[in-house]
């Protein structure tokens, strides 16, 4: 019988299209978010399991909520985020509504419009911003602006990734109004390249994370926490560059993402034209010395 642990695929935080808990953080809060990420990780393997039942997967994703909350036996998986949890005196609010999203994704292989696919979201990406805000101490004022960032980041990566769920998983969340708007359909995501229709939406759909994108660059200047805005100053950059790769490549004949080096120049970028903007703020609204 498979458990969580045996489901793992191997992927880190390293791997992902963004930072996670880099290097820009603070210590003491780096530590919270690397164990939100191991649990989410851990969650979203099980979800994504290609061989797995559907009854196992539900009930390994129980047992997840069930350790989280500190019933029953203790898992590797959950163990330090409970933990952190209890440390920082924060609930497992945001953890919990990620397990509901893996839940979905159990259930659930369609999406018939953008609505329904921004209700995933909302349970799938909003609590990781929420949780990243929450361990650094940011007001609550922020999550819209937190919600709309990550949900572009979170359909970026559905479609970086809409052959490989179709072929392995049979699961699409690539709108059905917006495909059938371009008279594309569900089968051609096991074409060996995207026929126009297919591009269309997809380029659509990108454009769509391009303007949540664009929403999200309000978060930047309400985080009080330096080290966390430019962190964020830099994924904003990621998922705006990545939006527009996205609207005019085909990510069935090829894999979008960025190399090592793109990663770093574009996101380095992003994080530095922040640190510059920071700075000319901080002289600006220094005092004039006195004649």
């Known amino acids: 019988m498979t458990t969580v642990t045996e489901a793992l695929s191997g992927k880190t935080h390293a791997d992902e299209n963004f930072p996670v808990a880099s290097w820009l953080l603070s210590d003491q809060n780096r530590g919270p978010i690397l164990a939100f990420y191991r649990f989410a990780r851990a969650a979203d393997d099980v979800a994504d399991h290609p061989s797995l ?11 997840l909520e069930a350790a ?3 019933r029953g036996a203790p898992l590797p998986e959950a163990e330090p985020l409970r933990l952190a949890l209890a440390g920082r005196g924060l609930k497992p609010t945001h953890a919990l509504d990620l397990l509901d999203a893996f839940r979905l ?9 953008w609505a329904g696919l921004m209700d995933y979201c909302r349970l799938s990406a909003a609590p990781v911003g929420r949780f990243v805000l929450d361990v650094h101490g940011e007001e609550r004022t922020t999550w819209p602006a937190s919600d709309a960032l990550c949900a572009a980041l979170q359909i970026n990566n559905h479609l970086q990734d809409c052959a490989l769920d179709y072929r392995r998983l049979d699961r699409v969340y690539l709108p059905l109004d917006i495909l059938a708007a371009h008279r594309a359909s569900v ?8 026929p126009p229709a297919l591009r269309g939406a997809i380029a659509e759909i990108a454009r769509r994370a391009g303007e949540l994108t664009e929403r999200g660059e309000s978060l930047i200047p309400q985080i009080k926490d330096v080290r966390l805005a430019t962190e964020i100053a830099a994924i904003h950059a990621l998922a705006r560059r990545l939006a527009r790769d996205l609207e005019n490549r085909d990510p069935l004949s090829e894999r979008v993402q960025f190399g090592k080096a793109g990663f770093a120049l574009v996101g380095g970028l992003g994080a530095l034209r922040f640190l510059a903007s920071a700075l000319i703020r ?3 609204a220094r005092p004039k010395a006195s004649a």
């Open 68 to 70: 989280l909350r500190g």
């Open 53 to 63: 039942p559907p009854d196992r997967k539900l009930a390994l994703l129980d047992g």
């Open 187 to 194: 089968d051609m995501l096991g074409l060996a390249h995207a």
């Open 105 to 113: 994704d159990v259930r659930k292989g369609r999406y018939a419009d």
């Open 282 to 284: 901080s002289v600006r």
